[in-house]
């Protein structure tokens, strides 16, 4: 073995025991007490861990994590750096979405492998849900909420909705706005309808629990009959697994026959696993990560291109209208306009 590929293998090695003490310590509420500039023997106290250890984890933590933890003289404190990959929200999502809700397909990884449908059981929903309970506002809505704007959509409905973000964003800058969320997360949508009438628009929005593959069930006829767009975002890439009644075929089909001739704002990522030859690796690092946490979650890899997007709405009878694509953290991202 080469020095390099030592040092490669260390780093890797490094790598799951910072995030493996990140995740913990995220999950005790030792980094949120460390943002507010509380010092570490104070939170041991509060928290009952032993002071020595909790102030010895979180040294090494500073030490190695690229700047996550400061050491500001007096004591420890979370990053606020201009740094996306380094901004504590950032990091909270990572930590939740990634270890926290897909981590323990890992712990039981032989029988993953054996059976598909038990890494679809092992992920924490829970978790998920608070990665994305802070993570889905303000830029990230920006085109969808122009798309209204432009096409006069005034009745939406958001299916994978999560924590309401995008309806909430989209009530408050359209007045006339009536929107319906529906979600197979309970915790996303509980904290979707705390927003919501946080914010004093719950006689305008409804969240409700269900399946993306039911929604003609799930919806009343109100929403049903008066919605003019679909908007379906990080949705419909956990349909490429193998099963064929839950594809991708399968759920296009059913939108149409609940919202025939609607528009359809369908955003997700471009997978990378699937591509035969890949030189860009590196560039891509993020969306490798979560190809593979897609496959071990049950859910299979998107298509790789908009090539291969084309032809599934053709299958489906339904035409792509526009395409918006982009790049951000290591992500080839897209948003489509559809008719269904």
Known sequence: MTTDTQQDFFGALEGYYLVSILEGLQRAGVLIELRAGRPVDEVARELGFDSVMLRAVVAYVQKRSCGVLLDNGAGFTLSE?????????????????????????????????????????????GRH???????????????????????????VVDIGCGGGGLLLDFAAQCPSARAWGIDSNPAAVATARHASAAAGLADRIMFCEGDAFDVATQLGPEALEGAQAIAAFNVANAFFGDSESRGISVWLHTLR????????????????????????????????????????????????????????????????????????????????????
Request: with cysteine; charged share 20%.
């Open 81 to 125: 750096t201009s740094s996306d990959l380094l901004d504590a929200p950032f990091l909270k999502h990572l930590l939740d979405q990634y270890v926290g809700a897909f981590g323990p397909c890992l712990t039981d990884f032989e029988q993953v492998l054996a059976d598909r449908a038990v890494g679809a059981r092992r992920v924490n929903w």
């Open 129 to 155: 849900a608070l990665a994305f309970s802070g993570s889905d506002r303000g830029a990230t809505n920006d085109l969808p909420l122009t798309l209204f704007a432009q096409l006069g959509i005034e009745r």
């Open 257 to 340: 026959q609940a919202f025939p001739d609607r528009f359809l704002l369908l955003g997700d990522y471009y997978g990378r696993l699937n591509r035969d030859r890949d030189g860009a690796s590196h560039r891509y690092r993020r969306a490798l990560l979560h190809d593979v946490v897609q496959v071990l979650s049950g859910q299979g890899v998107p298509p790789a291109d908009i090539d291969a997007w084309r032809q599934i709405f053709a299958s489906a009878g339904c035409t792509l209208v526009k395409a918006f694509e982009g790049e951000h953290d290591e992500v080839a991202h897209f948003v489509y306009l559809v008719q269904l």
